[in-house]
Nanobody, 118 residues
């Protein structure tokens, strides 16, 4: 399984920006679908964005146009650039790695807290 470590969370004012990083280890990083999920207090974990090995991206409607996911194969790292942050973006953000054809082969990071103040 891929090992994932997130960083970059913190406190930011509404309208500000943050960039989250997810450092991955393991040979499957290059083929796995990478994603960011988030879980707000009292809510279920939800998909934020995914990126395939070929670079195709998908975003939740709530973040489309504000967030951008990318991956750097040389650094084995996936990023989530978050712009125009809103208080409703406040959540713990988790990095995810999933095999493209076997979804049960999944790894999760420990999570990083993002808090957006109004």
């Amino acid at each position: 399984q891929v090992q994932l470590v997130e960083s970059g969370g913190g406190l930011v004012q509404a309208g500000g920006s943050l960039r989250l990083s997810c450092a991955a280890s393991g040979s499957r990083f290059s083929i796995n679908i990478m994603g960011w999920y988030r879980q707000a207090l009292g809510k279920q974990r939800e998909l934020v964005a995914t990126i395939t090995r070929s670079g195709f991206t998908n975003y939740a409607d709530s973040v489309k146009g504000r967030f951008a996911i990318s991956r750097d194969y040389a650094k084995n790292t996936v990023y989530l650039q978050m712009n125009s942050l809103k208080p409703e973006d406040t959540a713990v953000y988790y990095c995810n790695s999933r095999h493209p054809t076997q979804a049960t082969l999944t790894s999760w990071g420990q999570g990083t807290q993002v808090t957006v103040s109004s």
